[in-house]
């Protein structure tokens, strides 16, 4: 059974860090590569970043440079270390497997609010 369990949002002024975790079951993380979405409030979710198995990475342009994406793969853990925080990424960021779709399984998300 797939289970996704994802924490460490918050409350951040702007320019301040967070770190995400999440907690994936087995079958999904030994099998895929890792993603990061997070999804504004009235748009679309989108891809933050994302792992491979073997710890190749990829971000989004927005993101880049300023959040960090690993995984503990003893752990069956993904973090996103999140630094130089903006309004924009204000959102409820979702850990999954790399490629996700709509009908997959997905956790219950981690809400991030950067505010003065």
């Known amino acids: 059974q797939v289970q996704l369990v994802e924490s460490g949002g918050g409350l951040v002024q702007p320019g301040g860090s967070l770190r995400l975790s999440c907690a994936a079951s087995?079958?999904?993380?030994?099998?895929?590569?890792m993603a990061w979405y997070r999804q504004a409030p009235g748009k679309q979710r989108e891809l933050v970043a994302s792992?491979?198995?073997?710890?190749?990475?990829n971000y989004a342009d927005s993101v880049k440079g300023r959040f960090t994406i690993s995984r503990d793969n003893a752990k069956n853990t993904v973090y996103l270390q999140m630094n130089s925080l903006k309004p924009e990424d204000t959102a409820v960021y979702y850990c999954?497997?790399?490629?996700?779709?709509?009908?997959?399984?997905w956790g219950q998300g981690t809400r991030v609010t950067v505010s003065s």
């Open positions: 999954n497997k790399a490629r996700a779709q709509p009908y997959d399984v």
């Open positions: 087995g079958s999904i993380f030994s099998s895929f590569a």
């Open positions: 792992i491979t198995r073997g710890g190749s990475t």
